[in-house]
C-alpha cells in the first residue's frame, strides 16, 4: 500500500465484526518511536490521520482491537511514502475525473509506467542506505546520490561520479617521501607508524557493505518527467487506453476503423512520452534494486 509523500494521509481499518472495536493505534515512521494515533470510527471503519509525510520510506501502522469472546488482537498495515510525480489537482485538472480515487488510480498508474520505463524513481529520501561493494574500485549505487556525509559512520575521502549513480574513493594523499608513492610507505611519528595506501588504493575494493547516510533521488521531480506524466495521464482517461491496455490493436465498425501502431504497446505507449523520457531511463543492465 501506498501513501503520499506531502499529504497527512488517512489510513483506514475494517472491524471484523459489528461488535468488535479498536483501542489503540500506533504509527512509526522509517523506524522511529511509535506515535499514538487518534481514531474516529464509522460504519464499521475505523479512521486515523497520520502525520505530515515530509520524507519518502515506510509507515507501520499497528491496530490493536477486540472482539467480544475473541479476545485482543493485533494487525501491522505497512505503507510506502511515495513522491507523486504530479500532485492529484493536477491529475484532476487533466482528467476531469470528479471521483478521487479515481484521480489516485491514475497518479499511481502512470508513476508506476514511469518509474518502471526509467528504472528508477524520482522523489527524494534523507536517511541511510546499504549497499554491497562488487570488489571493482567503485561503488555502484541503488539510487542516485544528491550528497552524503558518512560511509559505515564516519567521514570518508570519497566523490560522487556518473550524475551520483556511483561512488569512488580517493587516494590519502601524498606521502612526505614521494619516491614510495607507487607502493606503500611508512614513517614513524613519536613512535608510532603511520602508513599510506598506495596511488590505486580505493576504500570500495572488496566485496563489504557499505552504509551510506545522505540525500538520495531528486530534490524535485524533472521537469521532463512531468511532462511526460501529463501525456501519460491523458491517454489514461482517453477510452483508446482500454483498448491498449487489453492489447487489442485494430477496432472497426460499418463506417469507420481504428487500428494501433506496434509502437502503442511499447514503453510507455506514448512516443512523446518515451522522447521526454530518454535523458532518464537508465542504460540496460543497470538494476535498481
Not at 167 to 183: F, H, K
Not at 252 to 274: E, H
Amino acid at each position: 500500500m501506498e501513501i503520499l509523500k506531502g499529504t497527512i494521509p488517512t489510513v483506514n481499518f475494517t472491524l471484523p465484526s459489528q461488535d468488535s472495536s479498536v483501542t489503540a493505534a500506533n504509527v512509526s515512521i522509517n523506524g522511529a518511536q511509535s506515535t499514538a494515533l487518534a481514531l474516529t470510527t464509522a460504519n464499521g471503519v475505523v479512521s486515523a490521520n497520520l502525520p505530515y509525510m515530509d520524507n519518502e520510506g515506510t509507515a507501520v501502522v499497528t491496530w490493536t482491537f477486540t472482539v467480544p469472546s475473541g479476545g485482543t488482537y493485533s494487525v501491522t498495515d505497512t505503507y510506502d511514502i511515495v513522491t507523486p510525480i504530479l500532485s492529484l489537482k493536477e491529475v484532476k485538472d487533466i482528467t476531469g475525473f470528479n471521483d478521487d480515487q479515481e484521480n489516485r488510480n491514475a497518479e499511481a498508474a502512470v508513476r508506476h509506467i514511469i518509474n518502471s520505463h526509467c528504472g528508477q524513481t524520482f522523489g527524494m529520501y534523507v536517511g541511510k542506505r546499504s549497499v554491497q561493494g562488487a570488489g571493482n574500485g567503485y561503488l555502484r549505487l541503488p539510487q542516485r546520490l544528491i550528497s552524503f556525509t558518512t560511509v559505515n559512520g564516519e567521514q570518508q575521502n570519497a566523490v560522487l561520479s556518473e550524475d551520483g549513480w556511483s561512488m569512488r574513493a580517493l587516494a590519502i594523499g601524498v606521502p612526505t617521501i614521494r619516491a614510495d608513492w607507487d607502493g606503500w610507505h611508512y614513517r614513524y611519528v613519536d613512535g608510532v607508524v603511520e602508513g599510506w595506501a598506495p596511488r590505486d588504493w580505493n576504500l570500495f575494493d572488496t566485496l563489504n557493505y557499505f552504509e551510506i547516510d545522505g540525500v538520495w533521488g531528486w530534490p524535485n521531480v524533472p521537469e521532463p518527467v512531468r511532462e511526460a506524466a501529463k501525456l501519460l495521464v491523458n491517454d489514461y482517461s482517453c477510452h483508446d487506453s482500454i483498448y491498449r491496455d487489453r492489447f487489442v490493436t485494430s477496432i472497426s465498425s460499418a463506417d469507420w476503423k481504428m487500428q494501433f501502431d506496434s509502437g502503442a504497446f511499447a514503453n510507455t505507449g506514448n512516443v512523446r512520452a518515451d522522447q521526454l523520457l530518454v535523458n532518464y531511463a537508465l542504460p540496460y543492465g543497470w538494476l535498481v534494486i
